[in-house]
């Protein structure tokens, strides 16, 4: 009788010759089901922990509450499973960008427990981002299971981000393309297929096991092109939300890493302060679906003012929540901001033209979060699809669009990269393909190394080393020292030109005498796209090699720009 180890790997090496597009779709389903089981068991803990606790919203002391969970879940981050506070998505995609999609195992799980903490207790932030990350992990890791290449591992990866959104929204093309544009950051042809099958399986999961409803059904709207051309002003708004968002979390992690305090502490601080918010303005506590629900249906019953108050205050707690280190996602929040941003709008354009027959202000409420998505994601189409399938908006699609796209372009001009991407730009870890910076990485100093040059001594007579030039093809010469062997500097032919052709010169000249000693280095471990910088700057087309104070050779730029092309070529490929 065989064992399950003997009778296992048979079976998938037997997968492994079978058409590559065939065995990624088999696993993308796979992929599809395990992330959406996975969202579901969020979404059911999160509804568990929420009716738990409600009891005790209208204590006193329940301001601690989001406290509470934040400080247990930056606890359980940093003590137990030993990952940083934040919402999981840059993660995804500096994984992708630079690690081919690896990721580790507890991801699957890490995020999905510490935004249950955050958010069950009333914290201001959402399920998607956490979501996500444990998808992308699932996705990863059954990669590894399987021996996929890393390009297939980046399409799980896709597979499991895709699926996750869809299974939580209940919006496979949007979650599609929100994998093709902000995760993978491409559209390619090669992971479009699985990542749609994982995201229509994710998505049947769910609708089996929740049912097939949409998150935000509403009345239907008769939007004419008064309101349309009003839409314009909803985009500019919407975009100046996303940037103070942007901003103010920016700012709050910064105030509060300064903080002298152990990290647990700083989220518990800035959880008991959106606890207090809660306390006046309970709509800030939360995912905040169900004021999303009032406000799309038109039947939000408070003012102007509290309406402007609100998002915020929203903005503010979700700041809080997410700057001092309480783990979750911008989704939810920038849905419910939205929502207030294009309610307030609504009303105001009510207060100043009372005599235009305006659409229902759930209308511009469902374009405000369309605003907010594409402004802060700066993901225009996941934007517009996401709304139009967790809505069932089809009739506003034309408004959609002109609000997602003008918000977007308004940020881009504004903020360098969306929100996500905002941390990895700066810090030079965000590597799309076919960029340079990702095609530089594939490549490294050891593949362009150039040692055909030959090696002279300090105390050479420039009489012997007119004989070494006779037999050599280059015109630089590296100078090392006699007894330790060391880079000393260069020679350049056409430095010394004047020398050559004096005859006088040949007995009377060291080149350590005349050899260049202010020579830029570069080491064998520098990153490419520095150098071609270095280069670029300095006018020069080579440079020495220098390892361990030793010549390893040269570098130049020709033979970097003709192996810049050859794994140009071979992504393209791909």
Request: proline share 3%; with cysteine.
């Amino acid at each position: 009788m065989h064992s399950l180890k003997s009778w296992r790997y048979p079976a998938k090496w037997i997968l492994f010759r079978t058409d590559d597009r065939l065995l990624l779709i088999f696993i993308a389903v796979i992929v599809g089901i395990c992330s959406s089981l996975a969202a579901i068991l969020l979404n059911r803990s999160l509804i568990a922990i929420l009716s738990w606790l409600h009891p005790f919203r209208q204590i006193w002391w329940a301001f601690v509450l989001p406290g509470i969970g934040a400080a247990m879940s930056s606890l359980f981050l940093e003590k137990i499973v030993n990952e940083g506070a934040g919402h999981g998505v840059p993660e995804v995609v500096y994984s992708v960008s630079r690690y081919g999609g690896l990721m580790r195992f507890r991801s699957s799980f890490s995020r999905l427990i510490s935004s249950c903490l955050t958010i069950g207790s009333g914290g201001s932030a959402g399920p998607e981002a956490p979501v996500v990350m444990s998808g992308a992990a699932i996705g990863s890791n059954i990669a590894k299971f399987f021996s996929l290449n890393d390009r297939q591992r980046v399409a799980l990866v896709g597979c499991g981000a895709a699926a996750a959104i869809s299974s939580i929204f209940n919006a496979p093309i949007a979650g599609m393309i929100f994998s093709m544009e902000v995760i993978l950051g491409e559209w390619s042809s090669a992971y479009l297929i699985p990542i749609a099958i994982a995201s229509v399986a994710g998505t049947e999961v769910s609708r089996i096991l929740q049912g097939n409803q949409i998150v935000f059904s509403h009345r239907h709207f008769d939007i004419d092109l008064m309101n349309i051309v009003v839409c314009l002003g909803l985009a500019i708004i919407t975009a100046a939300a996303s940037i103070l968002l942007t901003r103010m979390i920016k700012y709050m992690n910064g105030k509060y890493g300064k903080a002298p305090v152990p990290l647990w502490m700083r989220a518990a601080l800035g959880g008991c302060t959106v606890g207090l918010i809660g306390l006046f303005f309970p709509v800030v506590l939360g995912e905040g679906y169900n004021s999303i629900h009032m406000m799309i249906e038109g039947v939000f019953a408070q003012g102007f003012i509290i309406v402007v108050l609100a998002a915020f205050l929203k903005i503010l707690a979700t700041s809080l929540t997410l700057g001092s280190g309480g783990s979750g996602g911008i989704f939810a929040p920038c849905l419910v901001i939205g929502s207030f941003t294009g309610l307030a709008y609504h009303r105001g354009l009510v207060l100043l033209w009372p005599s235009v027959s305006w659409v229902n202000e759930g209308c511009f409420a469902l374009l405000g979060m369309a605003g907010l998505i594409s402004g802060m994601l700066q993901a225009p189409m996941t934007a517009i699809f996401l709304i139009v399938e967790i809505t069932g908006g089809y009739e506003v699609i034309l408004p959609l669009i002109i609000v997602s796209t003008i918000s977007t372009t308004f940020c881009r001009y504004i903020e360098s990269a969306s929100f996500y991407l905002k941390d990895l730009t700066e810090k030079g870890h965000l590597l799309r393909p076919r960029t340079d910076a990702r095609v530089l990485t594939e490549l490294n100093v050891r593949e362009l190394l150039e040692t055909d040059c030959i090696g002279v001594k300090q105390n050479m007579l420039l009489r012997d080393f007119i004989n070494i030039v006779k037999k050599s093809h280059r015109n630089y010469f590296p100078v090392e020292d006699e007894k330790t062997g060391h880079f000393l500097g260069m020679i350049y032919l056409d430095d010394i030109r004047p020398y050559l052709f004096n005859p006088g010169m040949y007995d009377a000249v060291l080149l350590g005498q005349i050899m260049d000693i202010n020579v830029q280095t570069v080491a064998l471990d520098d990153d490419l796209t520095e150098i071609l910088d270095i280069m670029d700057i300095n006018h020069l087309y080579s440079m020495p090699v220098v390892a361990d104070n030793k010549f390893a050779g040269m570098i130049s730029k020709a033979t970097l720009l003709n192996q810049y092309r050859k794994e140009l070529m071979v992504q393209a490929n791909d």
